[in-house]
Protein backbone atom coordinates (compact mmCIF):
# COMPACT_ATOMS: atom_id res chain seq x y z
CA UNK A 1 0.00 0.00 0.00
CA UNK A 2 2.75 2.12 0.68
CA UNK A 3 3.66 3.96 -2.93
CA UNK A 4 4.77 7.30 -3.85
CA UNK A 5 0.72 8.46 -4.10
CA UNK A 6 0.38 6.92 -0.55
CA UNK A 7 -2.59 9.43 0.48
CA UNK A 8 -4.54 8.37 -2.31
CA UNK A 9 -3.72 4.60 -1.95
CA UNK A 10 -5.33 5.30 1.84
CA UNK A 11 -8.06 7.12 1.03
CA UNK A 12 -8.78 4.53 -1.49
CA UNK A 13 -8.34 2.02 1.37
CA UNK A 14 -10.69 3.39 3.46
CA UNK A 15 -13.44 3.51 1.29
CA UNK A 16 -12.91 -0.19 0.46
CA UNK A 17 -12.84 -0.98 4.31
CA UNK A 18 -15.78 1.12 5.15
CA UNK A 19 -17.81 -0.68 2.45
CA UNK A 20 -16.90 -4.29 4.19
CA UNK A 21 -17.55 -3.18 6.77
CA UNK A 22 -20.82 -2.42 6.40
CA UNK A 23 -21.49 -5.47 4.62
CA UNK A 24 -20.41 -7.45 7.66
CA UNK A 25 -22.67 -5.20 9.75
CA UNK A 26 -25.31 -5.99 7.20
CA UNK A 27 -25.40 -10.24 7.35
CA UNK A 28 -28.40 -11.60 7.98
CA UNK A 29 -27.01 -14.44 9.78
CA UNK A 30 -23.78 -15.64 11.58
CA UNK A 31 -22.26 -17.80 8.69
CA UNK A 32 -22.60 -14.95 6.06
CA UNK A 33 -21.19 -12.90 8.70
CA UNK A 34 -18.14 -14.71 8.37
CA UNK A 35 -17.69 -15.27 5.14
CA UNK A 36 -18.09 -11.34 4.74
CA UNK A 37 -15.19 -11.40 7.22
CA UNK A 38 -12.68 -13.54 4.88
CA UNK A 39 -14.04 -11.49 1.56
CA UNK A 40 -13.39 -8.18 3.10
CA UNK A 41 -10.00 -9.16 3.59
CA UNK A 42 -9.26 -9.92 -0.03
CA UNK A 43 -11.36 -7.31 -1.33
CA UNK A 44 -10.51 -4.43 0.66
CA UNK A 45 -7.47 -4.68 2.28
CA UNK A 46 -5.09 -6.04 -0.77
CA UNK A 47 -4.51 -9.77 0.38
CA UNK A 48 -5.05 -13.26 -1.95
CA UNK A 49 -5.97 -15.56 0.56
CA UNK A 50 -8.03 -14.87 3.80
CA UNK A 51 -9.02 -17.36 6.80
CA UNK A 52 -11.26 -17.07 9.77
CA UNK A 53 -10.81 -19.28 12.25
CA UNK A 54 -13.63 -19.07 14.95
CA UNK A 55 -13.15 -20.17 18.51
CA UNK A 56 -15.79 -23.32 19.37
CA UNK A 57 -16.83 -23.65 22.76
CA UNK A 58 -14.79 -26.22 23.70
CA UNK A 59 -11.88 -23.85 23.16
CA UNK A 60 -10.61 -25.23 19.80
CA UNK A 61 -10.60 -23.05 16.73
CA UNK A 62 -12.80 -24.50 13.43
CA UNK A 63 -11.91 -22.77 10.17
CA UNK A 64 -15.30 -21.10 9.55
CA UNK A 65 -14.57 -19.31 6.21
CA UNK A 66 -12.40 -18.65 3.38
CA UNK A 67 -12.02 -16.64 0.54
CA UNK A 68 -9.23 -16.40 -2.62
CA UNK A 69 -8.99 -19.68 -3.55
CA UNK A 70 -11.28 -22.69 -4.17
CA UNK A 71 -9.29 -25.38 -4.12
CA UNK A 72 -7.84 -24.68 -0.25
CA UNK A 73 -11.90 -23.33 0.74
CA UNK A 74 -12.59 -26.93 -0.46
CA UNK A 75 -9.82 -28.33 1.60
CA UNK A 76 -9.65 -26.68 5.18
CA UNK A 77 -13.13 -25.24 5.80
CA UNK A 78 -14.58 -27.09 8.61
CA UNK A 79 -11.12 -28.38 10.16
CA UNK A 80 -10.28 -27.44 13.98
CA UNK A 81 -6.88 -26.71 15.68
CA UNK A 82 -6.49 -27.05 18.94
CA UNK A 83 -6.22 -24.18 21.71
CA UNK A 84 -2.33 -25.23 22.29
CA UNK A 85 -1.69 -25.12 18.86
CA UNK A 86 -2.93 -21.87 18.25
CA UNK A 87 -2.18 -20.35 21.27
CA UNK A 88 1.56 -21.09 20.58
CA UNK A 89 1.60 -19.54 16.80
CA UNK A 90 0.13 -16.36 18.62
CA UNK A 91 3.26 -16.42 21.26
CA UNK A 92 5.80 -16.55 18.28
CA UNK A 93 7.59 -14.11 15.97
CA UNK A 94 6.84 -10.70 16.16
CA UNK A 95 4.12 -8.70 17.61
CA UNK A 96 2.58 -6.06 15.42
CA UNK A 97 0.74 -4.43 17.31
CA UNK A 98 -2.33 -6.92 18.23
CA UNK A 99 -1.00 -8.69 14.91
CA UNK A 100 1.27 -11.70 15.32
CA UNK A 101 3.94 -12.05 12.59
CA UNK A 102 5.87 -15.52 11.97
CA UNK A 103 8.58 -15.13 9.14
CA UNK A 104 9.72 -18.42 7.07
CA UNK A 105 13.18 -18.44 9.10
CA UNK A 106 10.91 -19.42 12.11
CA UNK A 107 7.52 -20.73 10.62
CA UNK A 108 9.12 -24.22 9.97
CA UNK A 109 8.71 -25.57 13.21
CA UNK A 110 4.70 -25.15 12.59
CA UNK A 111 4.47 -27.18 9.60
CA UNK A 112 3.71 -30.56 11.32
CA UNK A 113 1.21 -29.30 14.21
CA UNK A 114 -2.72 -30.03 13.77
CA UNK A 115 -3.84 -26.31 12.75
CA UNK A 116 -5.01 -26.74 9.28
CA UNK A 117 -2.36 -25.07 6.78
CA UNK A 118 -2.75 -24.30 2.96
CA UNK A 119 0.40 -23.65 1.40
CA UNK A 120 1.25 -21.84 -1.34
CA UNK A 121 4.08 -21.76 -4.18
CA UNK A 122 6.36 -18.80 -5.08
CA UNK A 123 10.05 -17.71 -5.52
CA UNK A 124 12.37 -16.85 -2.71
CA UNK A 125 12.21 -13.42 -1.45
CA UNK A 126 14.65 -11.15 -3.46
CA UNK A 127 14.33 -8.07 -1.07
CA UNK A 128 14.48 -7.99 2.60
CA UNK A 129 11.05 -7.16 3.22
CA UNK A 130 9.69 -9.42 0.54
CA UNK A 131 6.58 -11.32 1.07
CA UNK A 132 7.54 -14.92 1.25
CA UNK A 133 5.27 -17.83 0.92
CA UNK A 134 5.77 -19.41 4.23
CA UNK A 135 5.51 -16.13 6.06
CA UNK A 136 2.38 -15.83 8.26
CA UNK A 137 0.39 -13.04 9.84
CA UNK A 138 -2.44 -13.75 11.97
CA UNK A 139 -4.80 -11.11 13.23
CA UNK A 140 -6.65 -12.47 16.74
CA UNK A 141 -10.33 -11.09 17.05
CA UNK A 142 -10.80 -10.47 20.80
CA UNK A 143 -14.54 -9.17 22.34
CA UNK A 144 -15.00 -6.13 23.33
CA UNK A 145 -14.08 -5.52 26.75
CA UNK A 146 -14.91 -2.57 29.14
CA UNK A 147 -13.30 0.53 28.71
CA UNK A 148 -11.31 -0.49 25.26
CA UNK A 149 -9.91 -3.75 27.04
CA UNK A 150 -10.02 -6.35 25.27
CA UNK A 151 -12.04 -9.68 26.20
CA UNK A 152 -11.94 -13.20 25.28
CA UNK A 153 -10.44 -14.67 22.31
CA UNK A 154 -13.29 -14.37 19.45
CA UNK A 155 -11.16 -15.98 16.67
CA UNK A 156 -8.04 -15.91 14.48
CA UNK A 157 -7.98 -13.89 11.19
CA UNK A 158 -4.72 -15.38 8.91
CA UNK A 159 -3.70 -13.72 5.64
CA UNK A 160 -1.48 -14.81 2.93
CA UNK A 161 0.53 -12.84 -0.05
CA UNK A 162 -0.20 -9.21 -0.55
CA UNK A 163 -0.75 -8.24 -3.67
CA UNK A 164 2.01 -5.68 -4.07
CA UNK A 165 4.19 -8.96 -2.74
CA UNK A 166 5.56 -6.90 0.09
CA UNK A 167 4.79 -7.78 3.51
CA UNK A 168 2.77 -4.55 4.98
CA UNK A 169 3.71 -1.12 6.61
CA UNK A 170 2.97 0.72 9.14
CA UNK A 171 -0.20 1.61 7.68
CA UNK A 172 -1.19 -1.65 6.32
CA UNK A 173 -0.98 -3.14 9.86
CA UNK A 174 -2.96 -0.71 11.21
CA UNK A 175 -5.33 -1.35 8.53
CA UNK A 176 -5.92 -5.16 9.45
CA UNK A 177 -5.92 -4.59 12.96
CA UNK A 178 -8.20 -2.27 12.94
CA UNK A 179 -10.51 -4.15 10.66
CA UNK A 180 -9.94 -7.16 13.36
CA UNK A 181 -11.32 -5.18 15.61
CA UNK A 182 -14.74 -4.18 13.77
CA UNK A 183 -14.99 -8.02 12.63
CA UNK A 184 -15.27 -9.47 15.78
CA UNK A 185 -17.49 -6.62 17.29
CA UNK A 186 -19.65 -7.75 13.81
CA UNK A 187 -19.35 -11.39 14.69
CA UNK A 188 -19.95 -10.91 18.64
CA UNK A 189 -23.02 -9.04 17.05
CA UNK A 190 -24.02 -11.90 14.38
CA UNK A 191 -23.72 -14.37 17.23
CA UNK A 192 -26.31 -12.47 19.48
CA UNK A 193 -28.42 -11.80 16.99
CA UNK A 194 -28.54 -16.22 16.06
CA UNK A 195 -29.13 -16.66 19.72
CA UNK A 196 -31.63 -14.82 19.69
CA UNK A 197 -33.03 -15.80 16.88
CA UNK A 198 -32.35 -19.61 18.68
CA UNK A 199 -34.43 -18.56 21.77
CA UNK A 200 -36.84 -16.83 19.59
CA UNK A 201 -37.64 -19.94 17.86
CA UNK A 202 -37.42 -21.98 20.87
CA UNK A 203 -39.99 -19.64 22.92
CA UNK A 204 -42.67 -19.66 19.75
CA UNK A 205 -42.00 -23.39 20.12
CA UNK A 206 -42.92 -23.30 23.73
CA UNK A 207 -45.28 -21.43 23.34
CA UNK A 208 -47.08 -23.05 21.04
CA UNK A 209 -46.91 -26.39 23.17
CA UNK A 210 -48.13 -24.34 26.09
CA UNK A 211 -50.81 -23.57 23.62
CA UNK A 212 -51.50 -27.13 23.13
CA UNK A 213 -51.39 -28.53 26.35
CA UNK A 214 -53.20 -26.03 27.90
CA UNK A 215 -56.09 -26.21 24.84
CA UNK A 216 -55.91 -30.13 25.76
CA UNK A 217 -56.23 -29.28 29.60
CA UNK A 218 -59.56 -26.98 28.41
CA UNK A 219 -61.06 -29.55 26.76
CA UNK A 220 -60.16 -32.33 29.31
CA UNK A 221 -61.40 -30.10 32.32
CA UNK A 222 -64.77 -28.90 30.32
CA UNK A 223 -65.82 -32.00 28.80
CA UNK A 224 -64.69 -34.53 31.29
CA UNK A 225 -67.23 -36.91 32.30
CA UNK A 226 -67.04 -36.07 36.02
CA UNK A 227 -67.13 -33.32 38.08
CA UNK A 228 -63.45 -30.89 38.40
CA UNK A 229 -62.68 -27.98 39.42
CA UNK A 230 -59.95 -25.14 40.29
CA UNK A 231 -59.83 -23.50 44.02
CA UNK A 232 -57.45 -20.89 45.04
CA UNK A 233 -54.43 -22.37 47.54
CA UNK A 234 -53.23 -19.66 50.23
CA UNK A 235 -54.03 -16.57 51.33
CA UNK A 236 -57.31 -15.03 52.15
CA UNK A 237 -59.46 -16.68 49.50
CA UNK A 238 -57.31 -20.30 50.21
CA UNK A 239 -60.10 -23.21 48.89
CA UNK A 240 -62.53 -20.54 46.53
CA UNK A 241 -63.81 -21.96 43.52
CA UNK A 242 -62.28 -20.20 40.73
CA UNK A 243 -63.41 -22.32 37.64
CA UNK A 244 -65.69 -25.08 37.34
CA UNK A 245 -66.71 -27.92 34.78
CA UNK A 246 -70.56 -28.26 33.71
CA UNK A 247 -70.51 -31.63 34.67
CA UNK A 248 -69.94 -30.36 38.57
CA UNK A 249 -72.69 -27.57 37.80
CA UNK A 250 -75.23 -29.93 36.93
CA UNK A 251 -74.60 -32.91 39.88
CA UNK A 252 -75.07 -29.97 42.03
CA UNK A 253 -77.23 -28.22 40.12
CA UNK A 254 -75.73 -24.86 40.48
CA UNK A 255 -74.46 -22.40 37.60
CA UNK A 256 -70.92 -21.46 36.92
CA UNK A 257 -71.11 -18.05 37.99
CA UNK A 258 -72.97 -18.94 41.50
CA UNK A 259 -70.39 -21.81 42.30
CA UNK A 260 -67.36 -18.91 41.70
CA UNK A 261 -69.12 -17.44 44.91
CA UNK A 262 -68.62 -20.66 47.28
CA UNK A 263 -65.80 -22.87 48.70
CA UNK A 264 -66.04 -26.24 49.18
CA UNK A 265 -66.18 -25.44 52.83
CA UNK A 266 -69.24 -23.82 51.84
CA UNK A 267 -70.89 -27.04 50.05
CA UNK A 268 -70.09 -29.31 52.47
CA UNK A 269 -71.90 -31.00 55.13
CA UNK A 270 -71.46 -29.92 58.36
CA UNK A 271 -70.89 -32.83 60.10
CA UNK A 272 -68.25 -33.35 56.66
CA UNK A 273 -66.45 -30.43 57.71
CA UNK A 274 -63.59 -32.17 58.87
CA UNK A 275 -63.46 -35.36 56.83
CA UNK A 276 -62.65 -31.87 54.19
CA UNK A 277 -60.22 -30.04 56.86
CA UNK A 278 -58.31 -33.37 57.48
CA UNK A 279 -57.68 -33.95 53.92
CA UNK A 280 -54.52 -33.11 52.80
CA UNK A 281 -54.17 -30.50 50.25
CA UNK A 282 -51.79 -32.70 47.76
CA UNK A 283 -53.08 -36.20 46.72
CA UNK A 284 -55.54 -35.61 49.36
CA UNK A 285 -58.93 -38.24 48.96
CA UNK A 286 -62.11 -37.74 50.85
CA UNK A 287 -65.68 -39.15 50.71
CA UNK A 288 -68.05 -37.01 51.73
CA UNK A 289 -71.71 -35.10 51.02
CA UNK A 290 -71.73 -31.71 49.36
CA UNK A 291 -74.78 -29.74 48.81
CA UNK A 292 -77.08 -29.22 45.98
CA UNK A 293 -78.99 -26.05 45.08
CA UNK A 294 -82.29 -28.24 46.23
CA UNK A 295 -81.20 -28.51 49.65
CA UNK A 296 -80.53 -32.53 48.97
CA UNK A 297 -77.09 -33.65 49.58
CA UNK A 298 -74.85 -35.47 47.66
CA UNK A 299 -72.26 -37.97 48.04
CA UNK A 300 -68.88 -37.44 46.20
CA UNK A 301 -65.63 -38.82 45.86
CA UNK A 302 -62.91 -35.65 46.10
CA UNK A 303 -59.34 -36.17 44.46
CA UNK A 304 -56.92 -33.02 45.12
CA UNK A 305 -53.72 -32.40 43.40
CA UNK A 306 -51.59 -28.92 43.01
CA UNK A 307 -50.94 -27.39 40.29
CA UNK A 308 -48.15 -24.36 40.04
CA UNK A 309 -49.09 -21.71 36.73
CA UNK A 310 -45.44 -20.69 36.72
CA UNK A 311 -42.40 -22.17 37.90
CA UNK A 312 -42.40 -19.92 41.31
CA UNK A 313 -46.30 -18.75 40.55
CA UNK A 314 -49.03 -19.09 42.39
CA UNK A 315 -50.32 -22.59 43.06
CA UNK A 316 -54.35 -23.75 42.20
CA UNK A 317 -55.98 -26.75 43.90
CA UNK A 318 -57.27 -29.04 40.83
CA UNK A 319 -60.27 -31.16 42.37
CA UNK A 320 -61.24 -34.08 40.74
CA UNK A 321 -65.22 -34.77 42.09
CA UNK A 322 -66.80 -38.15 41.50
CA UNK A 323 -71.00 -38.83 42.49
CA UNK A 324 -70.59 -42.28 44.10
CA UNK A 325 -74.82 -41.60 45.71
CA UNK A 326 -75.23 -44.84 43.74
CA UNK A 327 -72.47 -46.56 45.16
CA UNK A 328 -73.35 -45.04 49.31
CA UNK A 329 -77.00 -45.95 48.60
CA UNK A 330 -76.13 -49.88 48.25
CA UNK A 331 -73.27 -49.38 50.61
CA UNK A 332 -76.41 -48.20 53.59
CA UNK A 333 -78.56 -50.60 52.17
CA UNK A 334 -76.19 -53.28 52.78
CA UNK A 335 -75.53 -51.89 56.55
CA UNK A 336 -78.90 -51.50 56.89
CA UNK A 337 -79.64 -55.17 55.90
CA UNK A 338 -76.78 -56.81 58.47
CA UNK A 339 -78.48 -54.42 61.40
CA UNK A 340 -82.00 -54.61 60.73
CA UNK A 341 -84.65 -57.16 60.65
CA UNK A 342 -85.56 -58.44 56.68
CA UNK A 343 -89.46 -58.62 57.30
CA UNK A 344 -90.35 -55.35 60.10
CA UNK A 345 -87.37 -53.10 59.05
CA UNK A 346 -86.79 -52.66 62.49
CA UNK A 347 -82.62 -52.89 64.16
CA UNK A 348 -82.53 -57.03 64.88
CA UNK A 349 -80.27 -58.63 67.72
CA UNK A 350 -76.90 -57.83 66.65
CA UNK A 351 -78.05 -54.12 66.17
CA UNK A 352 -79.86 -53.91 69.46
CA UNK A 353 -77.20 -55.63 71.50
CA UNK A 354 -74.56 -52.77 69.66
CA UNK A 355 -77.14 -49.59 70.82
CA UNK A 356 -77.36 -51.13 74.40
CA UNK A 357 -73.45 -51.97 74.62
CA UNK A 358 -72.69 -48.14 73.79
CA UNK A 359 -74.79 -46.87 76.42
CA UNK A 360 -73.25 -49.47 79.23
CA UNK A 361 -69.46 -49.63 80.37
CA UNK A 362 -67.52 -52.14 82.63
CA UNK A 363 -67.94 -49.63 85.65
CA UNK A 364 -70.12 -50.83 88.85
CA UNK A 365 -73.64 -49.29 89.51
CA UNK A 366 -72.16 -47.61 92.66
CA UNK A 367 -70.36 -44.45 92.10
CA UNK A 368 -67.84 -42.58 94.52
CA UNK A 369 -69.36 -39.54 95.63
CA UNK A 370 -67.56 -37.19 93.44
CA UNK A 371 -67.79 -39.20 90.50
CA UNK A 372 -71.57 -39.38 90.73
CA UNK A 373 -71.24 -35.61 90.40
CA UNK A 374 -68.96 -35.27 87.74
CA UNK A 375 -71.39 -37.82 85.90
CA UNK A 376 -74.00 -35.50 86.31
CA UNK A 377 -71.95 -32.22 84.92
CA UNK A 378 -70.91 -34.47 82.30
CA UNK A 379 -74.09 -35.90 80.99
CA UNK A 380 -75.46 -31.75 81.31
CA UNK A 381 -72.80 -30.60 79.32
CA UNK A 382 -73.25 -33.21 76.59
CA UNK A 383 -76.72 -33.15 76.07
CA UNK A 384 -78.37 -30.00 78.06
CA UNK A 385 -78.54 -27.98 74.77
CA UNK A 386 -81.20 -30.70 73.64
CA UNK A 387 -84.14 -29.68 76.18
CA UNK A 388 -83.69 -26.29 75.04
CA UNK A 389 -84.90 -27.02 72.17
CA UNK A 390 -87.95 -28.90 73.28
CA UNK A 391 -91.31 -27.05 72.59
CA UNK A 392 -95.09 -27.64 73.34
CA UNK A 393 -96.23 -26.77 77.01
CA UNK A 394 -94.35 -27.74 80.42
CA UNK A 395 -93.28 -30.84 79.55
CA UNK A 396 -92.35 -30.34 75.57
CA UNK A 397 -92.50 -33.14 73.17
CA UNK A 398 -91.71 -35.65 76.39
CA UNK A 399 -95.38 -36.09 78.05
CA UNK A 400 -96.11 -37.64 80.96
CA UNK A 401 -92.29 -38.91 81.05
CA UNK A 402 -91.62 -35.10 81.99
CA UNK A 403 -89.07 -32.39 81.27
CA UNK A 404 -85.92 -33.91 82.96
CA UNK A 405 -85.97 -37.24 81.05
CA UNK A 406 -85.02 -34.63 78.02
CA UNK A 407 -81.64 -34.72 79.28
CA UNK A 408 -81.08 -38.79 78.78
CA UNK A 409 -82.41 -38.57 75.34
CA UNK A 410 -79.97 -38.94 72.60
CA UNK A 411 -78.51 -35.91 70.65
CA UNK A 412 -80.96 -34.87 67.75
CA UNK A 413 -78.00 -35.28 65.68
CA UNK A 414 -78.59 -38.80 66.33
CA UNK A 415 -81.90 -38.74 65.50
CA UNK A 416 -81.42 -37.34 61.89
CA UNK A 417 -78.67 -39.25 61.10
CA UNK A 418 -81.04 -42.81 61.82
CA UNK A 419 -83.91 -40.86 60.14
CA UNK A 420 -81.73 -40.63 56.65
CA UNK A 421 -81.12 -44.54 56.84
CA UNK A 422 -78.07 -45.05 58.72
CA UNK A 423 -77.06 -47.32 61.18
CA UNK A 424 -77.08 -45.96 64.69
CA UNK A 425 -73.92 -48.03 65.85
CA UNK A 426 -72.37 -45.80 63.12
CA UNK A 427 -71.57 -43.37 66.12
CA UNK A 428 -68.62 -44.54 68.79
CA UNK A 429 -70.47 -43.82 72.24
CA UNK A 430 -67.96 -45.56 74.22
CA UNK A 431 -65.72 -43.99 76.93
CA UNK A 432 -62.56 -43.07 75.99
CA UNK A 433 -60.53 -43.85 79.18
CA UNK A 434 -60.38 -47.05 81.44
CA UNK A 435 -64.04 -48.26 82.93
CA UNK A 436 -63.20 -46.80 86.40
CA UNK A 437 -62.13 -43.21 84.83
CA UNK A 438 -64.49 -41.12 87.02
CA UNK A 439 -63.56 -37.78 84.53
CA UNK A 440 -63.82 -39.34 81.16
CA UNK A 441 -66.55 -38.32 78.86
CA UNK A 442 -68.82 -41.55 78.97
CA UNK A 443 -72.20 -40.71 80.88
CA UNK A 444 -72.55 -43.30 82.86
CA UNK A 445 -75.69 -45.32 83.09
CA UNK A 446 -77.57 -46.08 86.68
CA UNK A 447 -80.99 -48.08 87.37
CA UNK A 448 -83.19 -47.76 90.40
CA UNK A 449 -81.87 -49.84 93.22
CA UNK A 450 -85.34 -51.05 94.57
CA UNK A 451 -88.86 -51.88 93.72
CA UNK A 452 -90.18 -48.62 94.73
CA UNK A 453 -89.68 -45.11 92.42
CA UNK A 454 -87.05 -43.06 93.95
CA UNK A 455 -87.32 -40.69 91.57
CA UNK A 456 -84.05 -42.12 89.91
CA UNK A 457 -83.94 -42.35 86.53
CA UNK A 458 -82.36 -44.68 83.85
CA UNK A 459 -82.13 -46.89 80.99
CA UNK A 460 -85.36 -49.54 80.58
CA UNK A 461 -85.17 -52.18 78.65
CA UNK A 462 -88.93 -53.94 78.20
CA UNK A 463 -88.88 -57.42 76.65
CA UNK A 464 -92.03 -58.29 74.87
CA UNK A 465 -93.11 -61.67 73.86
CA UNK A 466 -96.54 -61.89 71.91
CA UNK A 467 -99.14 -64.29 73.34
CA UNK A 468 -101.14 -66.03 70.88
CA UNK A 469 -99.18 -65.47 68.15
CA UNK A 470 -98.64 -69.73 67.66
CA UNK A 471 -102.07 -70.12 67.35
CA UNK A 472 -102.33 -67.47 64.13
CA UNK A 473 -99.41 -69.01 62.32
CA UNK A 474 -101.37 -72.54 63.08
CA UNK A 475 -104.45 -71.77 62.00
CA UNK A 476 -104.08 -69.15 59.18
CA UNK A 477 -100.30 -69.23 57.89
CA UNK A 478 -96.86 -67.79 57.92
CA UNK A 479 -98.09 -64.81 55.77
CA UNK A 480 -101.19 -64.02 57.95
CA UNK A 481 -97.93 -64.14 60.95
CA UNK A 482 -96.05 -61.70 59.30
CA UNK A 483 -98.35 -59.50 58.71
CA UNK A 484 -99.24 -59.27 62.22
CA UNK A 485 -95.64 -58.62 63.41
CA UNK A 486 -95.12 -56.42 60.63
CA UNK A 487 -98.27 -54.66 62.33
CA UNK A 488 -97.04 -55.12 65.82
CA UNK A 489 -93.77 -53.47 65.23
CA UNK A 490 -95.49 -50.54 63.94
CA UNK A 491 -97.71 -49.77 66.78
CA UNK A 492 -94.53 -50.00 68.95
CA UNK A 493 -92.37 -47.77 66.75
CA UNK A 494 -95.87 -45.40 67.11
CA UNK A 495 -95.70 -45.87 70.64
CA UNK A 496 -92.31 -44.78 71.97
CA UNK A 497 -90.17 -41.73 71.72
CA UNK A 498 -88.25 -40.79 68.48
CA UNK A 499 -84.77 -41.27 70.79
CA UNK A 500 -86.19 -44.86 71.97
CA UNK A 501 -85.57 -48.20 70.13
CA UNK A 502 -87.59 -51.10 69.29
CA UNK A 503 -85.78 -54.12 68.14
CA UNK A 504 -86.91 -57.36 66.84
CA UNK A 505 -84.32 -60.27 68.66
CA UNK A 506 -86.52 -62.70 66.66
CA UNK A 507 -89.68 -64.63 66.08
CA UNK A 508 -92.61 -62.76 68.08
CA UNK A 509 -89.76 -61.23 70.59
CA UNK A 510 -89.40 -57.67 70.56
CA UNK A 511 -87.25 -55.44 73.11
CA UNK A 512 -87.77 -51.84 73.51
CA UNK A 513 -85.02 -49.45 74.86
CA UNK A 514 -86.10 -46.12 76.82
CA UNK A 515 -83.78 -43.90 78.82
CA UNK A 516 -84.54 -41.58 80.84
CA UNK A 517 -87.26 -43.29 82.83
CA UNK A 518 -88.35 -44.23 86.21
CA UNK A 519 -90.09 -47.12 87.27
CA UNK A 520 -93.14 -46.35 87.18
CA UNK A 521 -92.61 -44.45 83.51
CA UNK A 522 -91.89 -47.49 82.57
CA UNK A 523 -94.74 -49.31 83.85
CA UNK A 524 -96.90 -47.06 81.94
CA UNK A 525 -94.96 -47.51 78.94
CA UNK A 526 -95.47 -51.49 79.04
CA UNK A 527 -99.11 -50.35 79.84
CA UNK A 528 -99.73 -48.11 76.65
CA UNK A 529 -97.42 -50.48 75.04
CA UNK A 530 -99.86 -53.59 75.52
CA UNK A 531 -102.87 -51.48 74.86
CA UNK A 532 -101.89 -50.72 71.42
CA UNK A 533 -100.54 -54.21 70.74
CA UNK A 534 -104.30 -55.92 71.83
CA UNK A 535 -106.05 -53.78 69.63
CA UNK A 536 -107.59 -56.16 66.39
CA UNK A 537 -105.25 -56.75 63.65
CA UNK A 538 -106.94 -57.10 60.13
CA UNK A 539 -105.45 -59.41 57.59
CA UNK A 540 -107.26 -60.57 54.45
CA UNK A 541 -110.69 -59.00 55.71
CA UNK A 542 -110.00 -60.99 59.15
CA UNK A 543 -109.82 -59.43 62.26
CA UNK A 544 -107.25 -61.14 64.53
CA UNK A 545 -105.43 -60.37 67.91
CA UNK A 546 -102.88 -60.95 69.82
CA UNK A 547 -101.69 -60.35 73.85
CA UNK A 548 -98.30 -59.08 75.29
CA UNK A 549 -96.42 -59.85 78.23
CA UNK A 550 -93.79 -57.26 79.48
CA UNK A 551 -90.91 -57.95 81.19
CA UNK A 552 -89.04 -54.79 82.41
CA UNK A 553 -85.09 -54.67 83.06
CA UNK A 554 -82.79 -52.15 83.67
CA UNK A 555 -79.03 -51.63 82.31
CA UNK A 556 -76.36 -49.87 84.31
CA UNK A 557 -72.67 -49.59 83.90
CA UNK A 558 -71.13 -52.68 84.63
CA UNK A 559 -73.67 -55.28 83.14
CA UNK A 560 -73.02 -56.58 79.99
CA UNK A 561 -75.79 -56.46 76.86
CA UNK A 562 -76.72 -60.07 77.52
CA UNK A 563 -77.26 -59.71 81.19
CA UNK A 564 -79.32 -56.80 80.60
CA UNK A 565 -81.70 -58.79 78.26
CA UNK A 566 -81.37 -62.00 80.00
CA UNK A 567 -82.80 -59.84 83.17
CA UNK A 568 -86.05 -58.46 81.41
CA UNK A 569 -86.93 -61.73 79.66
CA UNK A 570 -86.57 -63.48 83.14
CA UNK A 571 -89.14 -60.76 84.71
CA UNK A 572 -91.14 -60.93 80.81
CA UNK A 573 -91.59 -64.71 82.16
CA UNK A 574 -92.17 -63.99 85.30
CA UNK A 575 -95.08 -61.68 84.25
CA UNK A 576 -96.70 -63.84 81.99
CA UNK A 577 -96.94 -66.85 84.40
CA UNK A 578 -98.70 -64.46 87.01
CA UNK A 579 -101.62 -63.94 84.93
CA UNK A 580 -104.21 -66.51 83.94
CA UNK A 581 -104.27 -68.16 80.59
CA UNK A 582 -107.42 -66.92 79.86
CA UNK A 583 -105.86 -63.33 79.84
CA UNK A 584 -102.67 -63.47 78.46
CA UNK A 585 -104.64 -63.17 75.10
CA UNK A 586 -106.76 -60.23 74.14
CA UNK A 587 -108.91 -62.71 72.13
Known sequence: METESEPYVRLTTLRQLHQVMADMNTARSLADTLQTVADGVVNGLGYELACVNLVRPDGDLVVA??????AAEALITGRVGSRASWDRRLSMGEAWGSLRFIPHTEGWVLDEDDVPQWYTDGPAPRFEDEWHPSDRLFAPMYTPGAGGASGELLGVVSVDRPRNGRRPGAWGREALQMYAFQAAIAISNARLRANMQRALVRLEREQQALRASEESFRQAFEYAPSGMAIAEMGGDQHGRILRTNDALCRLLGRPASAMRRYAFSDLVHPEDIGTLLRTSAEGGRAELRLGRRDGTYVWVSLRNSVVADAADGPRFLLTHVEDIEERKRRELQLAHRASHDALTG????????????ARICQRPQSLPAGAAVESADSMNAAFGQFGEQGNGGEHGEFGEYGAEHAARLPHPSF?????????????????????????DHHVHTVAPEDERDDGTKGLAVLFCDLDGFKSINDRFGHNAGDAVLIEVARRLSRGVRDGDTVARLGGDEFVVLADGLGRADAQDLAVRLRNEII??????????????SFGIGWAHCGMTADEVLKSADERMYVEKRSRPRQHRRAG
Do not use: K, W
Not at 346 to 357: F, G, K, M, T, Y
Not at 535 to 544: C, K, T
Open 65 to 70: ALSGNS
Open 346 to 357: LPNSAELRSRLS
Open 415 to 439: DAYEAAGHSAHAFDFHAAGGPYDAF
Open 535 to 548: QPIRVDGRAMRVGA
